[in-house]
């Protein structure tokens, strides 16, 4: 059942045990939402496998903690936060359970007993619709929170719309914090070592395919594969696909540059079907998307650069 921001509160609020649940390697955006949420209506807060090392710098920003790999049983409702993919919470059995999101899988919404899902730059932004609706007054550690998760999920707004930018204005005016206090938070995060060596390696072993317009490259590596891809896009590539192997399963990460997507690539489709092919899970932004299946990575990242190519035919806008 697909419910407005307005909704929320009442149906929340008929369940006396609820967990506020991330998905896999949880980003700032999902712990952020998940925080605010549990701050506002109560409940606890996990994630699937662990958190990045951003949201871990936020998580001690705020002073929160989080589960890792809970039980369900002692819980009456689990809200699964900033992800509709299943494989995005892994191996876990979801009986009632709601979703809050802003991507466009609908995976986990078809079983839900209520869900909120609309296109938005982050899941940050909706959870900021549902208190505002519900007259929660968030602390400055929510603010803080989600702010975070906005600023991160947009690229430091380099993908955002104007709607981002009035939620940003309205969070820093209503909680009274400053968006110095979130840049300061990102800018404890050192890149490590493996990171670069990951990127560098990417770089590498880079196959790359071009037209007069477009500039499309695939790559492997052994981890970290979404920033290899997004390093990619920042030396020259305007999609970028780098997979990896891990527990016998190909995981590829996709990143487009803005115009890639406004001549009309949708990333989180072509990741969908691809994964779909392979009796796996795929799916994320038109920007940025991720599957994970089971298959030779070599093979994969082929299929996908050529629908990466083909998704590209119109020419890139001035």
Not at 80 to 86: I, K
Not at 202 to 215: F, K, L, N, P
Request: charged share 25%; aromatic share 6%.
């Amino acid at each position: 059942m697909q419910i407005s921001a307005n909704e929320f509160k009442d149906l929340i609020s008929g369940y006396e045990k609820v967990l506020y649940l991330c998905h896999r390697n949880a980003d700032p955006d999902a712990v952020g939402s998940g925080f605010s949420l549990q701050e506002a209506f109560g409940g606890d807060l996990a994630a699937v496998e662990g958190v990045s090392r951003t949201a871990s710098a936020l998580l001690r920003a705020i002073g929160s903690d989080i589960q890792i790999d809970p039980s369900f049983e002692e819980y009456d409702l689990v809200v699964v936060v900033d992800t509709a993919v299943r494989l995005q919470v892994g191996d876990l059995n979801l009986n009632d359970y709601a979703v809050v999101d802003h991507h466009q899988d609908r995976d986990l919404v078809e079983t839900a007993l209520f869900y909120i899902q609309r296109p938005a730059d982050s899941t940050a932004e909706i959870v900021w619709e549902i208190l505002m609706k519900s007259g929660s007054r968030p602390s400055q550690k929510a603010a803080l929170a989600l702010l975070v998760g906005i600023i991160t999920d947009t690229g430091r707004f380099k993908h955002a719309r104007a709607s981002s930018f009035r939620t940003v204005s309205e969070i820093l005016e209503k909680c009274e914090i400053e968006y110095a206090e979130a840049l300061d938070v990102l800018s404890r995060i050192p890149t490590e070592t493996s990171r670069r060596i990951a990127a560098l390696k990417a770089a590498s072993r880079a196959e790359i395919e071009w037209t007069d317009d477009w500039v499309v490259v695939s790559s492997e590596v052994s981890a970290f594969e979404g920033s290899s891809a997004m390093t990619l896009v920042e030396i020259g590539a305007d999609v970028a696909l780098v997979g990896g192997v891990h527990n016998r399963k190909c995981r590829i990460s996709g990143r487009a540059r803005r115009a890639a997507v406004l001549a009309g690539l949708d990333l989180a489709a072509i990741m969908g079907e691809v994964a779909r092919a392979h009796q796996g899970d795929g799916g994320g932004h038109r920007g940025a998307a991720a599957l994970e299946v089971s298959g030779p990575a070599n093979e994969l990242l082929t299929e996908c650069r050529k629908k990466v190519m083909e998704a590209l035919v119109g020419p890139r806008q001035a």
